[in-house]
């Protein structure tokens, strides 16, 4: 999920540069999306990961 969310900042990064405005604030909507759904499941993770009992 992080891996997508930095190869979409860098194709908005590239299209900001070479100056196509549509897709680079589309691209850069989608990375910032899809960062904060790897926050949320990175967050989750840890919560719910440490509430597993010893295993029997």
Request: net charge positive; proline share 2%; no cysteine.
């Amino acid at each position: 999920m992080l891996g997508w969310a930095i190869t979409f900042l860098i194709i908005a990064l590239i299209a900001a540069v070479l100056g196509f405005g549509g897709v680079a604030g589309t691209a850069s909507w989608i990375a910032q999306v899809l960062f904060v759904v790897f926050l949320v499941m990175f967050i989750a993770s840890l919560i719910f990961g440490r509430t597993r009992g010893p295993a029997a």
